[in-house]
């Protein structure tokens, strides 16, 4: 009996060890690791203007880069942009090597089942890119032929949930990044290039190139940014900072600095 009792108390105190332990991993030191390290890591593909691009100086900027270098200083931290393959971009932020995903990152269902979302921050759409000379206006007018979008993005996502477009396509070319995309439109590679109608309506406004945009779109989206699934502490902080920002009048400022018109959605 006195072993069996033995035996008994050997398995709860075991049983409390584990619980203990799991309940240590399962604490969230996101918000004061990044503190205590000092500076905000923010993954990004560095050729989607106007949130995220290299301009004529080879810096990166953009409405996502100045939202987040603001969050950075009233965090107290040092900030960094990290440009990823964008293909990898859930990889890159597993491994640690960023903090976050802030570069017109759309807000899925299967996103938020595997990654800690702040609130929607813009407001998007996927659309499709034409040449002017093209003269298609509607997505039916792309029957059988050959549209270009950026690898890993939710362009791609649009497309697979739009069966009925999807299959009156010829072929369907992936590309490292719109920029390369909308060059290849350009010259006649593609015929028309799906992306972010918030990424498109810049191009289209600051480069001057004879591109329009087809007024039928795929999808109605909004952008958040993603941090690992645990890190539900340094996401609601980030969260509040913006908010913050909105009700400053920081955010305002800076999405009429970018768009021309203040597009935001925080706080709303």
């Not at 107290?76 to 440009?83: D, E, I, K, M, S």
């Not at 390369?180 to 190139?209: P, W």
Request: charged content about 25%.
């Amino acid at each position: 009996m006195k072993k069996t009792v033995l035996t008994v108390l050997a398995i709860v105190a075991m049983i409390s060890v584990v619980a203990g332990c799991k309940k240590k991993s399962a604490q969230d030191n996101s918000l004061n690791d990044l503190l205590a390290r000092g500076e905000f890591v923010l993954g990004l593909d560095d050729s989607f203007p106007p949130l995220g691009f290299r301009d004529d100086n080879n810096e990166i900027v953009g409405y996502d880069i100045d939202l987040a270098k603001e969050v950075a200083k009233r965090l107290g931290v040092n900030f960094r942009a990290q440009p990823i393959s964008w293909d990898a971009k859930e990889q890159e932020l597993a491994t640690g090597n960023i903090d976050c995903i802030w570069n017109g990152l759309t807000i899925t269902p299967e996103r938020l089942e595997a990654l800690s979302f702040t609130k929607p921050y813009l407001d998007n759409e996927q659309a499709v890119v034409v040449t002017q000379a093209s003269g298609y206006t509607t997505l039916a007018e792309l029957a059988g032929k050959t549209i270009g979008l950026q690898a890993g993005s939710s362009a791609a996502d649009a497309v697979e949930a739009s069966p009925e477009f999807k299959a009156s396509l010829n072929s369907i070319t992936e590309f490292k990044d719109n920029v390369t995309a909308l060059n290849d439109l350009e010259i006649g590679g593609v015929d028309g290039v799906v992306m972010d109608s918030v990424v498109a309506n810049y191009v289209i406004k600051t480069t001057g190139k004879p591109f329009t945009i087809i007024h039928d779109t795929l999808a109605s989206e909004q952008y958040g940014v993603a941090f690992r699934k645990g890190d539900v502490k340094l996401s609601e902080k980030v969260q509040a900072v913006l908010e913050e920002m909105e009700a400053d009048g920081t955010v305002a400022e800076l999405s009429r600095k970018w768009f021309g018109a203040n597009i935001s959605v925080i706080g709303k």
